[in-house]
């Protein structure tokens, strides 16, 4: 329960506080006051497990010291000079090179996810052939808040409609399949629609997607979706650009989440956990798409809080530590050990209807029934609550509960904090 000190906290910024804080934020109501490695501890000096890392954004848990180190570090010499070259720019840059595929091997340097994304577009926008004026995007997707990403996915503000030039294609969401079609007799109907509408039109210049979708539900695409896609959009002139703020750096156990699915994309936005939860984000990219003169004029990639020093910093102390310490490979093993006692909780719970994921990435759909697959968010929110109550924080979004812990957790951690979530969910459903 939310203690004394902190009700206290939130009852005086309450007085100023725009209201609109996220679905976990507003149902939790705590004050968390520091955070050590994968513990967060709250104003009345409750700790946590933190299973959301941040909001998916701390890969090394909280307050890394090589991190921290490097920040303290960068902030007594320098903090901002626009995009001049600071020292250690050029060492990120290729510390980036060595942990991305060979083939993007040019970058810019942006602040958050929605801004990367909107360079992503200027990019495309900037190098596209006339005639290859319609963006292709997801159904479900997320890309950010800002104008461009929201009518990407044609998410409407108020009353007003932005689709803008975007055309939507089918995600791969199996168990809710739009087309009410089942694997494996729908021969993935989804994705030749995809190819149909989008990879096929002389009119579109790019498809901008996530290879799985985080804020719509931890999407896992099933063997084929993506391969037959990517090799359409090849084929016809169609750029891919990969969103993958949320799965890029190492959360699904591979740098990039493209690299499982048979996807090489000629544009990838990164940011979430780039830098342990500083605002840093990066366009990578071929270096014929970036250095595309109508994409590179002066300032095209210029911001003013973009690739400062303390994000360079942030971000060189947290991919060095991934690397050197070989933490993809930690990912990949505890991941196999996430997805086996997840399981093994959809298997007991009837209202938990579809546990999926990759890696330490996994998304967990609550139902009234599994007959009818209703949709059961009241639920969610309750073992999202009780479970907080008992030391352990989660991601919560509608109706699916997400689990993304650290990737430096070990597996006592691991079991200790899926045994607080399986005591939450008793609690709640039976």
């Not at 968390?32 to 501890?41: K, N, R, W, Y």
């Not at 626009?82 to 720019?89: E, M, Y």
């Not at 990969?242 to 690299?259: I, S």
Request: charge should be negative.
């Amino acid at each position: 329960m939310t203690g004394r000190h902190q009700l206290e906290r939130l009852e005086r910024e309450a007085r100023h506080l725009a209201p609109g804080a996220s679905q976990e934020a507003a149902a939790g109501q705590r004050v968390f006051a520091e955070g050590d490695g994968p513990v967060l501890t709250d104003l009345d000096g409750n700790q946590y497990l933190d299973f959301a890392a941040g909001t998916l954004t701390q890969s090394l848990g909280h307050g890394h010291p090589e991190v921290v180190e490097a920040l303290i570090a960068q902030a007594r010499r320098l903090w901002n000079v626009h995009d001049s070259a600071t020292p250690d720019r050029a060492a990120l840059l290729e510390l980036l090179a060595r942990l991305l595929p060979g083939h993007l091997d040019t970058y810019a340097l942006f602040s958050t996810g929605a801004e990367v994304i909107e360079a992503a577009l200027r990019v495309v926008l900037a190098g596209a052939e006339p005639g290859r004026n319609r963006i292709g995007a997801m159904r479900g997707g997320f890309h950010g808040k800002t104008m461009g990403a929201r009518m990407l996915v044609h998410w409407d503000v108020g009353h007003q409609a932005f689709a803008g030039n975007s055309v939507l294609g089918y995600s791969p969401y199996c168990y809710r399949c739009p087309l009410e079609l089942t694997r494996p007799t729908c021969q993935l109907r989804c994705a030749s629609l995809v190819r149909r509408h989008i990879a096929g039109k002389p009119n579109v210049s790019a498809l901008v997607f996530e290879p799985v979708l985080g804020a719509g539900g931890v999407i896992v695409p099933p063997p084929g979706y993506w391969e037959q896609i990517a090799d359409a959009c090849r084929a016809n002139g169609v750029l891919l650009v990969a969103d993958e703020v949320l799965t890029g750096g190492g959360r699904t156990g591979t740098f990039l989440a493209c690299e499982q699915f048979g996807v090489e994309p000629d544009l990838v936005a990164l940011a979430k956990g780039l830098a342990s939860g500083f605002p840093f984000a990066v366009l990578a990219g071929r270096a014929d798409v970036m250095r595309h003169p109508a994409a590179s004029e002066p300032g095209a990639h210029a911001s003013t809080f973009a690739g400062n020093p303390l994000g360079i910093a942030a971000a060189r102390a947290t991919l060095g530590v991934i690397e050197r310490d070989r933490l993809l490979e930690r990912v990949r093993a505890l991941g196999e050990r996430l997805g086996d006692r997840l399981s093994a909780l959809a298997a007991r719970f009837d209202h938990l209807g579809d546990v999926r994921g990759v890696g330490l990435l996994y998304g967990l759909e609550f139902v009234t029934d599994r007959q009818s697959r209703s949709p059961a968010p009241d639920i969610a929110r309750a073992v999202y609550t009780t479970a907080l109550d008992l030391g352990l924080r989660v991601a919560l979004g509608g109706h699916i509960l997400r689990i993304a812990p650290p990737f430096t957790l070990d597996e006592a951690l691991l079991d200790e904090g899926l045994g607080l979530l399986e005591r939450a969910l008793e609690r709640v459903l039976l």
